[in-house]
């Protein structure tokens, strides 16, 4: 009687299946699809991820064999179980709390560190000998046309302690408007290297004037503006790099400073950009090992969707090659 009993009940097991049952390599067709969604509205998103697996990353058959079993119902209820916010949100929490514990310590031997390079930077600073001030923008017009041909800036360059053999010293212009806005990574880096650099070849003693033709780009922000209004509506940050004084080579590569530390003070102020350097001064100055906050909780709650089913979480964190 038992062996009947399970025969009979095989064809409603069969036809309690959905469509969603299927191999994600069968195709759904449209009132399928229409159906699933109308019933769970997310179901789309998940459709359109591993449509996008299969369509972009899953190129050949050999590449497929390994997900041949999987259906569209169980990736889908993974994605459901990671959106459970319920589930997720005290323990991302939880996690949280765990990373200030473990990790904030050593954020704190950043600020340490980089306070000490900084007060070491402003005692063996080269600002120390000499001042460089804007103190002109010359232009040099047309005689046919009226128009600017060249843009010369003007800088006062005064010793503190004495005759200056030679110096280089580097500026660049940066709006005002910029100052509160966070920027790409790519534009920052750029604005990094975005610097014009002068060399003062000749001998001085006494406060004195020198002028150096102004770049292309900032040629276009100097033709219309006298150093008034420049400095009303931009910052021209100035650094001298190198000075040759009583004979004696010196400029800021040989002050030592580690070049993480460097790269974290030009990102230091840009909340979300400094990551990237606070890890290189964990690392290479600290000797300790470090994992961003995001970073923590991401792989705590990765391991959590491993656990509950690691073929649909590969699949779904899938790459292109």
């Known amino acids: ?55 972009s990353i899953l ?23 990671a959106s459970d916010t319920s589930y997720f949100n005290p323990l991302r929490k939880k996690y949280q709390n765990d990373w200030e514990k473990k990790y904030r310590p050593i954020l704190n031997e950043v600020d340490s560190v980089s306070n000490y390079w900084k007060k070491f930077k402003e005692e063996n600073s080269l600002e120390q000998y ?12 047309y005689s046919y046309s009226g128009g600017i041909k060249d843009v010369n800036l003007g800088f006062r360059l005064t010793p503190l302690k004495g005759k200056i053999d030679q110096m280089r010293f580097s500026y660049s212009i940066e709006s005002k408007l910029d100052e509160d806005k966070e920027k790409s990574v790519y534009a920052s880096v750029y604005s990094s290297l975005d610097k014009s650099w002068c060399r003062m070849s000749r001998p001085f003693s006494k406060p004195t004037v020198r002028y150096w033709e102004a770049s292309y780009t900032n040629e276009k922000i100097l033709k219309s503006r006298s150093v008034k209004t420049l400095l009303r509506d931009y910052n021209v940050y100035i650094e001298v790099d190198e000075i040759r004084k009583d004979g004696v080579n010196m400029s800021n590569d040989h002050l030592g400073i580690p070049k993480s530390i460097e790269n974290h003070w030009e990102y230091e102020n840009k909340e979300y950009l400094n990551d990237l350097y606070v890890d290189d001064v964990i690392k290479v100055v600290l000797g300790k090992e470090y994992m961003n906050e995001y970073e923590y909780i991401s792989q705590k709650v990765d391991s959590i969707l491993t656990e509950k089913d690691k073929m649909s979480y590969e699949f779904l964190t899938l790459k292109s090659k």
């Open 130 to 141: 000499v001042k460089v001030e804007l103190a002109t923008i010359d232009k040099e017009y």
């Open 59 to 81: 190129t050949d058959n050999l590449e497929k064999v390994k997900w041949s079993e999987l259906t569209y119902k169980q990736i889908h209820n993974l994605v459901l179980f």
């Open 1 to 55: 009687m038992r062996k009947i009993l399970s025969i009979l009940a095989l064809p409603l097991i069969i036809a309690c299946s959905g469509p969603t049952d299927k191999s994600i390599f069968e195709d759904l067709t449209v009132e399928e699809l229409k159906d699933v969604i109308k019933k769970d509205s997310l179901f789309e998103q998940t459709y359109k991820n591993i449509e996008f697996a299969k369509d």
